[in-house]
């Protein structure tokens, strides 16, 4: 059974930094397609930022790009996310996930192509 853990989520100010981590256990982490994403209070899931299974073919939301930075470590079955200059519109519970198509596939719903997820982290900065 595949499951994911996030950790290092927190409450911090705009400006701050904060590095997100999720592991990964029971399935071959190399071979998913892995994001990150985010659901803000009131408002939908959004993508935030995601790689193939080699990591690489990255995207990012283009809030987070050149603030955020994602990476795999397929050796300790790890996804992770730096986000730098946070925002109070960062704010939002963020959850991993994982693909088994090994890539990232945007669709209507944002997610849908994704099979399994985290229990999802808060983060929140507040200005």
């Not at 930022?49 to 809030?63: C, E, R, V």
Request: proline letters at 3%.
């Amino acid at each position: 059974q595949v499951q994911l853990a996030e950790s290092g989520g927190g409450s911090v100010q705009a400006g701050a930094s904060l590095r997100l981590a999720c592991s990964v256990t029971g399935g071959t982490f190399d071979s998913f397609g892995m994001a990150w994403f985010r659901r803000p209070p009131g408002k939908e899931r959004e993508f935030v930022a995601g790689l193939d299974k080699n990591g690489g073919d990255i995207y990012y939301h283009d809030s987070v790009r050149g603030r955020f930075i994602v990476s795999r470590d397929n050796a300790k079955n790890t996804l992770s996310l730096q986000m730098d200059n946070l925002k109070p519109e960062d704010t939002a519970v963020y959850y991993c996930a994982a693909s088994t198509l090994g890539r990232v596939i945007f669709t209507t719903t944002p997610g849908a192509s994704f099979d399994f997820w985290g229990q999802g982290v808060q983060v929140a900065v507040s200005s």
